[in-house]
């Protein structure tokens, strides 16, 4: 069996995605375990966020990198996330912010036959 892919998006948030790249050009998504603003995903230009030591790089939604905090990994490495996009307003310093729409991650546990795959490629 193939690995799953680690991080996957809905059309909504490949959407606004797109939007977001066009306005400010690359940038990446951040998933961290913080308080308010920061346990949702954020979204940055990529030239001016610092990717940790310890950020784990998830995967690539249409080219954009999708990182999430090494304990945060601990937490849902036997998760696949899915990036929405739903109506609302996104964190203070995230680029969607100020669109009506923000991301929004959902998720679903690795069947142990893919969780047997991941780790194989591991």
Known sequence: MTAPPRVTATDAARELLAQIVDRHGDVLIHQSGGCCDGSS??????????IGERDVLLGRIDGTPVYIGGLQFEAWKHTQLILDAVSGRGGMFSLDNGTERRFLVRSRAFSQLELAALETEA
């Not at 995903?41 to 610092?50: D, L, N």
């Open 41 to 50: 995903p954020m979204c940055y230009p990529r030239e001016e966020f610092r």
